[in-house]
Each structure stands twice: as C-alpha cells, then as structure tokens.
C-alpha cells in the first residue's frame, strides 16, 4: 500500500485535517497547525490543525453531555458498540497497520499486531459487558442485605504516546465504553494521524448506534489539551501513558483537585539467564524485547542479568544476531527494526551512549547513526554493570546493557535495584527458580515472565508496574474497576430499624 492509498482509506486525504471527532459534523479545530512526519524519510505525510482551549472546551463538554445518557443504556447494549467498533477495525486492519508502520515508525507486523490488540481488548470489553459484578455480603443485622454495585464514572481524559498511537487507546476506551463512560483523547503530538483514523472509524460506528460523542479525540499541544484535561474537574478519571518525568506532573495535577489517574510510565526491564537456561530461546527473547519496536516499547528489554556460565555464549549469539539484523523502511517486509521516531530521540540515544563510555562501559555492538534520510540508528549490545548511573535510566532507545551476576539472589536484587518497576522475565530450566523468581520475594514489577521475554503482553491480564511505573493498571483482568464509581447499599427488608454495632440509640 503506498501512502496515498493508506490515507484515502483511512479517510484522512484532505490538505489540512482538523484534530477533532465524535460529532455529526465533522468540526473546525481552530487552533494551530503541525505537520505529521514520517520518521523513515523525515518528510511531511499530513498536515493537523489542532485544538485551541475553545475547541477543547467544547470537546470535554460533549463528552460530559453525552455521559448523561450513555450511563443509563444498559451496559450489554454498550457492549455491542464496542463489538461493532471491533468488527470496524477488523475490515480496517491492513490500513491502519500500515499507517501506525508509516507514522510511528515500527515494522509493519507490529503495526498489525498494535491493532490486533485493538480488536482483541474490543472482544474482551464485549464479554465484560455482561460481568461487571459488585458482591454481596451477609449483613450482621436480620433481614438486611449489603451489595455493592459499580456504577459508570464520566468522561475519562485518556493521553496517549506515540509509541503505541492506537492500541493504548484502546484498552482504556473498549474497557471505558463498556462501564457507560464517555472518552476525551489526546493523543501524542507526534502521531495525530494514527488518532485521526481511528477517530474516523469511531465515528461511522457512532453514527449506526445513534451514540455521538461517546469516543472523542482532541488533537493539540499538551500544554493546551493535556494541561486542560488534568485540571477539568469534569473529568474524573485520566490515564497517562508517558515518561515519569511527565506523570509525576499530571499525577499532582489530577491529585490537587481529588481525581483519579491511571499512570502507565516508565520501564527499565530486565530478563534474568541463569546457567541452565535455554540459550537460543532466551537470546530471540531478548532480541525481540531490545530491537522490536527499535527499542522504543514501554516493556523493552533493556537489561540482560546473567550468571557467570552462561553470559559468554549468550553475548557470542546476542553479536552474531545483532550483526544480521535488517535496519530501514518499516513497511519493507524484510525489515526487522525501523527508525526512531525524531531527531530528539537520537540525540537523547547518542547521549546515554557517550555517558556509558565516560562510565567505563564497553559498547560491543552498534549505537551508530546510520548516514541519509530518517531517523536509523544501529541497535546497541553494551556490557555494564549495575552501579553505573545510566543504567537506572530508561533511555528510549534500543540500548542494551549485558550484565553480570553472580546468582539468582543478586539477580533479583539488580532486577529490583532500578526506580522502575514495569516487566521483567527469567529464562531458566529450574522450576525452583522460576517460583523463586515469581514469589514475593522475587521481581518487584507488575509484569513478572518466565521463559518469555520482557515485552508482548497480552490483553488478557491486567496491564501495568509498580514504584514510579506510577502504580496503574490497565486492559484486561479487573482493570474495569478503575473506571467505574463503587456504590456500598444496605438494604433492609425488615419491619425494625436495627443499629449495626448493636447500638442502641432512644430505643
Ligand atoms: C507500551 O509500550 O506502552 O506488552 C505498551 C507490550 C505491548 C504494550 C506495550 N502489548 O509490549
């Protein structure tokens, strides 16, 4: 597909696209316009007019207008518009991979695969639909009964990053539809397209369901859309997928005025080889977690930690690898690692690799900027150690530190000895050490993996990390729970007005 018929396609072939959605009539943003570039050649692919702070306004109040009837449609019915929204993206699939390839940067299957995940959490909300349980509990009072019932929340600012431009969305808009909750989305600045097809797409299914501004997207600065949509108090719920640095900043902001947020943040992902490992499966792992998505994933891997029998053959296979890997266009079927997604995320890579090399680490593989057009870089394979600042840093960039420990317990303290606490993954033959590895003395991250690697995860668990990833959890599992309100009711089918704690009180 070349990247007019993407576009026409994807309904996004106009001169200047306007960065809004979700009403009958497609409307004029009115704030300023930026060009959408294509990291692979750094040309212009389209242009965005973005949201002024009127335009956002009027975003968040047809969001909140909309919640006042979409939370009394009956949760089953909410379902089947994110059964149709699935089936939307289904027929869309091709397109849309092809334009996450083109914008973000990442190769093609991983484009399919992102809107994969799309359909897969719109499978899943579906189902949900029809399970969001509360519990009930035996009352210490006769003839009274305790429920608890979960109610829809209001309209959820969801900001997204670039590296993932659709699927992040998705978890958090299938999930929130499907609880009566209404969405306001600002995607990253840097993938307003990806935001735009998918907006588009919301939109058509919209439309057949009579459910306008239910999904709505806010294309603009972050200091005018996101800075807006943290301090709005109609918003009672923001999830944040980005750096710690900048969820650190919409966690206060969100805090200060009593609402909830979601934080997705940093990574710093380490798999763990022990000497029984299976060499070959751990070295595709990990090949698959630093070089996949050129290193630009939440769950990258970014630090190998192995035992002192296993480390040599495992850094000889991760060289020879490395060496093979095909770097360039990312719609090219042969290739296996894209561009970066800017010139600011090859200057931050450079960067940390001059600090690893003032640090005394040894770069063995790559780290070069590779000559013409777009934003390539060779993938780096650095021997390290622990204690070397850098290593503690997330840099967004496919770096990897090889490692040494010298068993399973230091592993796990160098695993848990970062400020992140995302994924993580073992590669052993020792099911001691595995369980070890699983235990609560173990990993310390949300994302714990054994005999696969860092990244990948799938929609079926609940998404997420401890420490300053920032705690939150998303997609599958009981993430649903976030998006709703709890209601505790006590009901009493009595005659008599018995006090719990047997409190007498006039009587
Ligand atoms: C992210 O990088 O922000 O587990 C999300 C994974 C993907 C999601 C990554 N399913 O790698």
Redesign the pocket.
């Known amino acids: 597909m070349d990247v007019r018929a993407i576009l026409e396609e994807l309904e996004l072939d106009a001169d200047v696209l306007d960065g809004v959605g979700g009403a009958p009539h497609r409307e004029t943003a009115g704030g300023a316009e930026s060009v959408s570039i294509n990291p692979a050649t750094g040309e212009p692919i389209a242009t965005v007019r973005g949201l002024d702070a009127d335009g956002v306004e009027r975003v968040v109040a047809r969001a909140q207008r909309t919640f006042e009837t979409w939370r009394s449609v009956p949760a089953p019915r909410r379902g089947e518009l994110v059964r149709d929204l699935g089936n939307a993206l289904r027929e869309k699939k091709q397109a849309l991979g092809a334009l996450v390839s083109l914008e973000m940067g990442k190769i093609l299957p991983e484009g399919l695969g992102e809107v994969q ?1 799309m359909i897969d959490i719109c499978d899943f909300a579906v189902g949900l639909s029809r399970q969001l349980y509360g519990l009930t509990m035996p009352s210490e009072r006769p003839d009274h009964r305790i429920q608890e019932r979960w109610h829809p929340l209001g309209p959820v600012g969801v900001i997204t ?1 670039f ?2 431009p659709v ?2 969305w998705s978890w958090n808009a299938a999930i929130a539809a499907v609880c009566g909750d209404t969405l306001v989305w600002k995607p990253s600045s840097e993938t307003p397209l990806c935001a735009l097809a998918v907006q588009r797409i919301c939109d058509r299914v919209m439309e057949a369901h009579d459910a306008w501004g239910v999904f709505n997207v806010a294309i603009g600065p972050g200091r005018v859309v996101g800075e807006a949509l943290i301090r709005d108090r109609r918003i009672p719920l923001v999830s944040f ?1 980005g750096s710690c640095e900048m969820g650190r900043h919409v966690a206060t902001a969100v805090a200060d005025r009593f609402g909830r947020s979601i934080l ?1 943040l940093g ?1 710093n992902n380490a798999v763990i080889v022990l000497d029984d490992a299976d060499l070959e499966m751990a070295a595709r792992a990990i090949t698959f977690g630093a070089v996949g ?1 050129a290193g ?5 891997t970014r630090r190998v930690l192995a035992t002192p029998g296993i480390i040599g053959p495992l850094t000889e296979r991760l060289l020879e690898i490395y060496a093979k890997v095909p770097i360039g266009d990312p719609l090219d079927e042969s290739t296996l690692m894209g561009p970066l997604v800017n010139e600011a995320a090859v200057e931050t890579m450079m960067k940390a690799l001059d600090e690893i090399r003032r640090d005394g680490g040894e770069i063995l593989f790559g780290g070069r900027r590779l000559d013409g057009p777009g934003y390539f870089v060779e993938p780096a394979l650095v021997r390290a150690r622990a204690s070397m600042p850098i290593v503690s840093c997330e840099t967004f960039a496919p770096i990897l530190y090889l490692i040494e420990v010298a068993d399973l317990d230091e592993a796990i303290a160098v695993n848990n000895g970062v400020p992140q606490g995302l ?1 993580s993954a073992i590669f052993t033959t020792d099911f001691r050490a595995a369980e070890r590895f699983l235990s609560e003395r173990g990993s310390d991250c949300g ?1 714990a993996n054994v005999n696969t690697g ?6 079926g668990g609940a ?1 997420g990390g401890e420490k300053e990833t920032g705690g939150g959890r998303e997609s599958g599992s009981d993430s649903w729970k976030a998006y709703m309100r709890r209601q505790t009711a006590t009901i009493n089918f009595g005659t008599a007005l018995p006090l719990a704690q047997g409190i007498k009180f006039g009587d």
Request: proline share 0%.
């Open positions: 995940e990053a590296n993932f699927a992040v997928t997705e990574g998505t630009q994933r939440c769950t990258s994924s994302l860092t990244s990948g995860a799938e929609i998404f």
